[in-house]
C-alpha cells in the first residue's frame, strides 16, 4: 500500500515537473518574442522614415511633375510581390501561419520566385549543384535588377539615385512587414499556451 502511494506521488512529482519546463519554455518564448517584436517595429519605423526622406529628395532633385502619383498605371496586373501562408511548421503539430514574402516574381512565369528559398532539389548531382551555386546569385540579381528597373521605367529613362534608395528601403519595410507578422503570430502561440497552463493550473488547485 505504502508502495503504490509512493509510486503514484513520484509520477505526479514527474508530470508536474514536465509540465513546469513546458511552462517556462512558453513564457521564454513569449518574452523572445515580444522582445524582438519591439524591436522590428523600431527598425520598420526608421527604415520608412529613411524611405520618405528619400522619396521627398528624388522628387525634389527630379521634380514633381516627373515624380507624381498620377504617373502611376491604374491597369490592372498581377503583383510583382506576393505572401505565402503556410501552416506546416516543419512537422510541428501547432498550426500557427508562417509568411513568405516572394520578391519581384517573374510576371513571364507563373510560380516563379526568385527570393524564395528551395530546398527540394534532391535529385541534382555535386556536380550541378555547384554550377547553380556559383551562378544563381548572380541570375537572381540581374532578374531583380531587371523587375526594379519596370518600376522605376514609368518615371524616366534616368531616374535620382534617390529615387532607386527609396524603392530599395520600402521594399526592405515590407520584409520587415512580414518578420513582424510572423513574430506576432508566435506570440499569440505562446500566449495562448501560457493561458493553457494557468487555466489547468487554477483547475488543479480547486480540485
Known amino acids: 500500500m505504502g508502495e503504490e502511494k509512493e509510486a503514484e506521488n513520484t509520477q505526479v512529482s514527474e508530470l508536474s515537473t514536465t509540465e513546469l519546463e513546458e511552462q517556462n519554455e512558453n513564457t521564454l518564448n513569449f518574452l523572445d518574442s515580444v522582445d524582438n517584436y519591439l524591436i522590428l517595429i523600431e527598425s520598420l519605423t526608421s527604415t520608412l522614415r529613411q524611405g520618405w526622406l528619400e522619396l521627398a529628395s528624388a522628387r525634389h532633385s527630379m521634380g514633381g511633375s516627373r515624380v507624381n502619383t498620377a504617373l502611376l498605371t491604374l491597369k490592372q496586373h498581377s503583383a510583382a510581390t506576393k505572401v505565402e501562408v503556410n501552416y506546416d511548421n516543419g512537422g510541428s503539430m501547432k498550426k500557427s501561419p508562417h509568411l513568405t514574402l516572394c520578391k519581384w516574381t517573374s510576371s513571364d ?99
Do not use: C, W, Y
Open 109 to 207: 512565369k507563373k510560380d516563379s520566385s526568385f527570393e524564395k528559398e528551395n530546398t527540394d532539389n534532391k535529385d541534382s548531382t555535386k556536380e550541378s549543384n555547384e554550377s547553380e551555386t556559383t551562378a544563381s546569385p548572380h541570375r537572381t540579381e540581374n532578374h531583380l535588377q531587371k523587375e526594379r528597373g519596370k518600376v522605376l521605367s514609368m518615371f524616366g529613362g534616368l531616374v535620382s539615385p534617390k529615387l532607386r534608395a527609396s524603392q530599395l528601403s520600402f521594399e526592405k519595410a515590407l520584409e520587415t512587414l512580414v518578420e513582424i507578422a510572423n513574430v506576432r503570430s508566435s506570440i499569440l502561440g505562446s500566449h495562448h499556451a501560457l493561458l493553457q497552463h494557468k487555466v489547468k493550473d487554477t483547475n488543479s488547485t480547486e480540485e
